[in-house]
């Protein structure tokens, strides 16, 4: 017979909601004993994990997830690379650093969705609060929280190209927009991030996880149930982990959905492909959703003053403490745009307040592109464009019966026409700024990828679509895929499973308009809440 060990709670996955969640039901329930298990190790003081510079260097290495998506027959039957932290603290430890909450609009609509106030915007507003320990207290307590775990930073580098990029915005006619992260984000705003003292604020470090049971290298191969109850997990090993109270799944929208069906919870059609007994029919690893996106190349002047990464003379102290960017930009796509590709799509388009797509310019060459386009020397800057508010929506199923081999994934990217048009209008936003009178004296033009035209402002939709089709990306935001409302309750319960619930990206009932980390600080607060109210 395998080993158990007994625990109250156990919280699967030891990511960003993981650790938040395990950390605030320690916190109101000192006495009650919590197994957090993580699939990868502890590195939350590795230097490349705390760096600013070093963090690229993680890409494609052990402490990621490094998945490949299905051919996409849209985009030249590519497959788009997505990649997940797999140590403790998950993407936390390992992204960007972007700090967005995205637009009210959307927290309203899945509120409505749910039937729950919980889900709102004002709703979560204390737990995006609680979450924060916001930079600048001139922004008044309305919005921001200022003893949170979560430290975030903003401006203080001061790149040659700050102005220059800045005017180039605004010519678009576009508004400057002084707190991005006050439910309206619309706009030119300033970066904020939570990078902090050059330092990176990730979930294992700013949650106090001591006295709690946490295991690296772990990996769960399912959820014991006891016929409709979930009792604990199994690991990869054979070991049994028992809980008396809950188990808590936060594995991550490409990971959950498959634990949660390795465990007999989903479509009969699929677990029926490995024998897996189901246990309750629910629609998981469908309505999969993510941000799409595309780089843009552009090449400078004068290299030598030192206005990109790569440069000798990129060199001040200060730019150690961040991402080598000065502002973010989101915006609406136009409405007629938009009406005109649902019609397309068999949709109905509804006017109102929203976020669309974002932009950014960035004083390097990023990563996330299918080609190497220019060499990291200092020569060149990229534009990004991100589509995010996606109406195309993919699956994630098993590969076969073993939690370490990794699902399939078919995001099915760009397949609506909605998406489309957000990512053209992003695209000529970023033409047209960059080719304005503001950074005449700085750009010289686009590089376009091997054996490509370039592009304009002047471009074809049908132009702007080649590109997209041959060299879009994802910015992994994944979620959706044990969507609120179809696999769980508003209170994160999967339905038709006693004592367990899922706190991650994959309950998001639709895609949230910003970088994932912020909204899901707040999120596993919210439901860390729920979690502790029942206990």
Known sequence: MASEEHFDYIVVGGGLSGCVVAARLHEAHPSRSIALLEAGPDESYNPAVLSPVLYPTLHGTSLQYCYQSTPQPLLESRQIPNWGGRLLSGSSAVNYGAWTRGHAADFDIWSKEVGDPRWSYSGLLPYFKRSEHWHNDKDGAAQHGFSGPIHTSSGGRDYALREPVKEALLSTGLKLNPDMNSGDPNGVAQLVENWYEASRQHAAICYNLKDIHVMTNTVVQRVLLEGNKATGVELTDGRRLMASKEVIVSCGALRTPQLLMLSGIGPKSELSKFNVKQVAELPVGQHLHDHGSINIIWKLKSPDKGYAFGSPFFNKPEYATGNPMDWMVTAAAPDEDLRKAASADGTTFHPGPRTDYEVTVMYAITAAAPVEIAPMDGTHVTTGV????????GTVTLASDKATDNAVIDPRYF????????????????????????????????????????ISSASSDAELDRRVNAMSWSWFHTG??????????????????????????????????????????AVAESAADLIVQAA
């Open 386 to 393: 991100i589509c995010l508010s996606p109406t195309s929506r």
């Open 415 to 454: 397949t609506t026409e909605h998406d489309r048009a957000v990512i053209r209008a992003g695209m000529r936003l970023t033409m047209q700024a960059m080719e304005s009178d503001s950074l005449k004296d700085y750009i010289e033009g686009e590089t376009p990828p091997p054996g490509m035209p370039r």
């Open 480 to 521: 959706g895929t044990a969507s609120m409302g179809k696999v769980v309750d508003s209170q994160c319960r999967v339905y038709g499973v006693k004592g367990l619930r899922v706190v991650d990206t994959s309950i998001l009932p639709l895609s949230i308009t910003a970088h994932l980390q912020a909204p899901m600080y």
